[in-house]
DNA sequence: CGATTGGTTGATCGTTATCAACATCGGTGG
DNA sequence: CCACCGATGTTGATAACGATCAACCAATCG
């Protein structure tokens, strides 16, 4: 694996090895992987709903956020991603896109042909089965926002998106115990949340004023995480980050 | 396969058969699967949140729900499924389930054993892409769920739940051009919209005054599809039906 | 320096929740 | 057969939450 190899493959295996146990063959695999490396600026789309990739992206860095526009112009956010995530995996067995996805911030990433990932998974039925468990992964996050915007007020949804990206992102050595990089307009977090950025204003205010949280130059910082969880009634299970198959 | 097995079978390969093309060694290896077979009363639950089954279920028959619980004792549906379904492939690679399944009707299911689903899978990477496929499919229908919930109003949310269901229904043969079974109490609606039960009352006679259908006796009636669709801005594809790898 | 983007604040409106009473239906036991 | 019961669905009155509209402020960038 060359050096400029590793940097590139890295935020990858450091994702998935903090999630799973993947055996050494099957890491050698992945550092094997071919690709050719792009990079986005803000708002700009890296695949677009309706289209037929021919092959995955793996973010290198940055953020990139996954949406649905709608008819009226509306448009909802499904999911962020940072450095290690595919967000669009499912286009290996899906074929067309359902929803498009563009970058958040000024961000880099791998993309891999669909051909290799799927000549490799195939000899390899235990990379298929970790890239498998992170398409699941995936849809455990997508059941978490279900929950959020069902049942939670604007209040307790805030609170539990940054509970969510903030272990994420330490997960994956992100972030800081107290700190993680939040680099989302109010328009981004509104549009995440299923609320108008004018009401995000007011709720970040409140969180503010209730001492949980301050959001400022791109930072989230975490002045009571317990506070936080308990507004947020977070339960990290559902983002599976426990290796023993949790 | 016995006539047994192949009335218990059945309708998971429709299923799997309406929305891919599994070549005759992946079916028979779907058909070879070892199973036990167990009934459930409505609300009985299948597994809940937090367990580590050993098994995946397959729908033989009737109507199941996916849920999560919140503090206050609030519910948030996340799916329902039907027969040919299996709502907890997850459990095979995620191990802790970070939600509940519970039966809607009486109903069907298949226990596969974990192990079998490992072995064959591993053996067949057919087989293992057709089902790593439905997890694509279910995370693309909590996709649409979360753009529902986020930014349509109660009337278009409860309109697209139901263009949902019957092209579900219709796509595996359950249904009919105009009818679907729908045998979900006003409560069961409005965990899955985040809606309260009083309001779902509201919004059903709105849809009826429309014109666009009537729900009694455990069927939905469409009186206007087109119109339905328009109202609930139903785009089928994230349903991903199409066989040609859509 | 002005222009543009992003964020803040206040006033008002609309959608949905909440509370409460009542209606309907299917089943059960007298 | 009828009276009753529990579960489900309906309707009305009121309240809360978040949307909308509009003005203004702050930061950044040419």
Not at 88 to 94: A, G, I, P, R, T
Not at 101 to 112: D, Y
Not at 196 to 202: A, K, L
Not at 224 to 232: E, P, R, Y
Request: with cysteine; aromatic share 6%.
């Amino acid at each position: 694996m060359s050096v400029t190899t590793d940097r590139i493959v890295q935020p990858l295996i450091r994702r998935l090895t903090s999630t799973a146990n993947p055996s050494d063959e099957v890491i050698r695999a992945l550092a094997d992987l071919p690709f050719t490396v792009k990079s986005f600026e803000p708002g700009q789309d890296i695949v677009r709903d309706g289209e037929r990739p021919e092959h995955c992206a793996a973010v290198i860095e940055g953020w990139l956020c996954r949406f649905k526009l709608l008819p009226d112009g509306g448009r909802q956010i499904i999911a962020f991603h940072i450095a290690g995530d595919m967000p669009d995996l499912q286009s290996l067995h899906l074929g067309v896109l359902d929803h498009s996805i563009s970058a958040v911030t000024p961000c880099t990433v791998a993309l891999i042909p669909h051909e290799a990932l799927r000549q490799r998974t195939a000899r390899l039925p235990d990379l298929a089965a970790l890239l498998w468990r992170e398409t699941m992964i995936d849809a455990a996050l997508f059941r978490g926002w279900v929950t959020a915007m069902g049942r939670r007020s604007a209040y307790g949804r805030t609170a539990h998106l940054f509970c969510e990206l903030h272990m994420r992102q330490r997960a994956v050595g992100l972030a800081e115990p107290r700190h993680s990089p939040m680099p989302l307009r109010q328009t981004d977090l509104a549009d995440a949340m299923g609320l108008t950025s004018v009401h995000i204003t007011r709720t970040l205010g409140a969180l503010r004023k209730s001492g949980l949280i301050t959001l400022q130059g791109r930072t989230l910082t975490i002045h009571d995480w317990d506070g936080l969880c308990q507004a947020a009634e977070f339960d990290p299970s559902y983002l599976h980050l426990g290796k023993a198959n949790g």
